[in-house]
């Protein structure tokens, strides 16, 4: 026998409450078994919850779009860090400048680039680089190109930036999560109520006759192994 699956996330619990609502109002003989007390809780209930669900989407959606820009803007920066190394190391090579050259890029003197693996990583090697262009060009050496350092610090500013909106982009997501979990137990007990009520009305049907109504009103449930899943309900028109 499949196993009811209770909504287990605030989007779940909100299209599981709108499914109710929009099923008890459709011309179909099995919208009266739900309660008309029942179904007007859950619509004046859904008159807050679903803003409060919209507005957590809405902001999950624009952290999204935050963390997105700032990975895309580190893997740039490590693009021109990497590249900056490379050409450094060759130029040492191929003008047979002395190993200090590299030290005050950030380099040790064998040349070997640090590991990069995380945002600060990053960050604190494009500092070095930034910072190390005036003492390598004061120490006699020219300055960097392909890339400049003045290339690989606009980079950078763009890192900095991008990061800091992440920040208030994760506020806004706790504060959303935390409105929508003070309204998660009513959510709950409305879901639970409306399932009471239909399990009552159909107390003396058969499981798999229960199972096909429950879903019908945006109830779950998942088939233990071994067993076949029961086919998708159809709603009976009123004659």
């Known amino acids: 026998m499949p196993t009811y699956a209770p909504a287990n996330s605030d989007e779940d619990r909100h299209s599981t409450l709108q499914k109710i609502v929009k099923t008890s109002g459709e011309a179909i003989v099995e919208a009266s078994l739900l309660p008309a007390a029942t179904r007007a809780k859950i619509v004046t209930f859904l008159t807050t919850y679903t803003p409060v669900i919209h507005v957590l989407?809405?902001?999950?959606?624009?952290?999204?779009?935050?963390?997105?820009?700032?990975?895309?803007?580190?893997?740039?920066?490590?693009?021109?860090?990497?590249?900056?190394?490379?050409?450094?190391?060759?130029?040492?090579?191929?003008?047979?400048?002395?190993?200090?050259?590299?030290?005050?890029?950030?380099?040790?003197?064998?040349?070997?680039?640090?590991?990069?693996?995380?945002?600060?990583?990053?960050?604190?090697?494009?500092?070095?680089?930034?910072?190390?262009?005036?003492?390598?060009?004061?120490?006699?050496?020219?300055?960097?190109?392909?890339?400049?350092?003045?290339?690989?610090?606009?980079?950078?500013?763009?890192?900095v930036k991008e990061s800091g909106e992440v920040v208030p982009a994760d506020s806004a997501v706790r504060e959303a999560e935390k409105a929508a979990a003070d309204l998660r137990p009513m959510a709950d007990e409305l879901i639970d109520d409306a399932k009471s009520d239909l399990s009552h009305a159909l107390r003396k049907e058969s499981g798999p006759a229960q199972r096909r109504v429950l879903r019908l009103f945006g109830f779950k449930f998942t088939p233990n192994p071994g067993e076949t899943p029961e086919s998708d309900p159809t709603p009976t028109p009123i004659p």
Request: no cysteine; glycine share 4%.
């Open 57 to 159: 989407s809405d902001k999950m959606a624009d952290r999204a779009q935050e963390v997105s820009e700032k990975d895309k803007a580190q893997a740039l920066l490590e693009t021109y860090v990497r590249d900056f190394y490379i050409v450094l190391k060759r130029r040492a090579t191929r003008l047979q400048q002395n190993v200090a050259v590299l030290v005050h890029y950030g380099l040790p003197q064998s040349g070997d680039v640090p590991a990069v693996r995380s945002a600060s990583d990053v960050v604190d090697a494009a500092t070095k680089i930034v910072n190390g262009e005036t003492a390598a060009v004061a120490a006699g050496f020219g300055p960097m190109s392909n890339p400049t350092a003045a290339e690989v610090a606009a980079v950078l500013a763009s890192f």
